[in-house]
Each structure stands twice: as C-alpha cells, then as structure tokens.
T-cell receptor, first 113, second 111 residues
Framework: DAGVIQSPRHEVTEMGQEVTLRCKPI?????LFWYRQTMMRGLELLIY????????DSGMPEDRFSAKMPNASFSTLKIQPSEPRDSAVYFC???????????FGSGTRLTVV | DAKTTQPNSMESNEEEPVHLPCNHS???????IHWYRQLPSQGPEYVIH???SNVNNRMASLAIAEDRKSSTLILHRATLRDAAVYYC????????????FGQGTTLQVKP
C-alpha cells in the first residue's frame, strides 16, 4: 500500500498563474478530503468528497478554488488565478466510510510569488 | 461541529509517560474521539480513536471519561520521535463524518 499520493511535492508559481494539485487516494477508501495548512490558520478543511461526489465545499475560500474527483482514484484541486496569500501546504487525505482514521498524503507546498 | 480544548503545549522527559488531556464537553452520543499527530514537515498521522471504552494500540492508549466529556492520550514511554503536535478531534459517526482540526498540543520531549 503506497498510501495517499500527492503531486507535486513542491510548487512555485507566479501570481496569476493556474495551479493544479493532484491526489491519488488509497484504493478502497471512498471519502477524500482536501486541507490547507498555514501558520496563521492551522489546518483548514477545504472540501470533501464521498463516493466521488462533493459533499461539503464550504471551506473553499473563494471562486478561484475548484476541486474535482472524476473517479475513485484521482482528485484535483485547482487555483486560478493564484495569489500570494494562497501560499500554504495543501494536504489530501482519504478514509473509509466509517469512523476509522484518515490517511494523509505528504502534502504539496505551494509558494505563489 | 463539536469543539475540543487542549493545552497549547506540554513538555516531557524522554522515556517517561505522557498524558495529553482533551476536553470535549459538548460531545454528542454519535461522536468518536480521534487523536492525530503531526511531526515536523509531515502530514497528520492517525494515532487512535474511541467511542466509550478505553482503547490501546501499538502507538498509544486512549482513556475516555465515563461521561465522555474529556479524554486523555497516553504515550507510555515518550521518545524524541514523539515530539509533535497532537490533535484531539471529534468525528461524527455518520457516513461522511469530517475532521475539523483545532490548534492541538505541541509536545516537546527532552532527552
């Protein structure tokens, strides 16, 4: 089991550019979560999917952020256009459909200059 | 979302037990108590969870108060590798129970 796989590990982009973060959840997990972590705000839940369907996107900061889960093995988080305040570590996590634990990926460190 | 309260930081000596407290006075009957930890420069890592009874696994023990309004994560022998931020979180047992992280407790382990 390779765990939750996120790519890229690091991303540096210029303000105004489009950024796409990718996540491959653990096979058999049917819930997927996107989090953002900054020093100021800690870990924030952005959006989560259950059986590939977005359930709650109330944490998505604004319309510049969008997330998709076209199938059970892949999800993307897109920021367009990116801004310096989007700089953070973005984590993806997956879970089975019960109260068991989440498994987090290693995160993508995004820097927008 | 039910909230939890944890001390901002704690210190421990290596090879001594550590008791990390968490208060969750507004817990509902369907909320599971989850603990995660985040080592420096890594993603959060599941530690343990429970509902009513005390739980043990290879990483830690979870002691849950009888009224479920508080719990304690117990590391039996702290090592330097246990230095991390520890999060106590309530997760609804519903099909899409989400985890809302607070600020957690930063545990420092001294050699």
């Amino acid at each position: 089991d390779a765990g939750v796989i996120q790519s890229p590990r690091h991303e540096v982009t210029e303000m105004g550019q489009e950024v796409t973060l990718r996540c491959k959840p653990i096979s058999g997990h049917n819930s997927l979560f996107w989090y953002r972590q900054t020093m100021m705000r800690g870990l924030e839940l952005l959006i989560y999917f259950n059986n590939n369907v977005p359930i709650d996107d109330s944490g998505m900061p604004e319309d510049r952020f969008s997330a998709k889960m076209p199938n059970a093995s892949f999800s993307t988080l897109k920021i367009q256009p990116s801004e310096p305040r989007d700089s953070a570590v973005y984590f993806c996590a997956s879970s089975q459909n019960d109260p068991y634990g989440y498994t987090f990926g290693s995160g993508t460190r995004l820097t927008v200059v | 979302d039910a909230k939890t309260t944890q001390p901002n930081s704690m210190e421990s000596n290596e090879e001594e037990p550590v008791h990390l407290p968490c208060n969750h006075s507004t817990i509902s009957g369907t909320d599971y108590i989850h603990w995660y930890r985040q080592l420096p420069s890594q993603g959060p890592e599941y530690v343990i969870h429970g509902l009513t009874s005390n739980v043990n696994n290879r990483m830690a023990s979870l002691a849950i108060a009888e009224d479920r309004k508080s719990s304690t994560l117990i590391l039996h022998r702290a090592t330097l590798r246990d230095a991390a931020v520890y999060y106590c979180i309530l997760r609804d047992s519903g099909n899409t129970g989400k985890l809302i992280f607070g600020q957690g407790t930063t545990l420092q382990v001294k050699p």
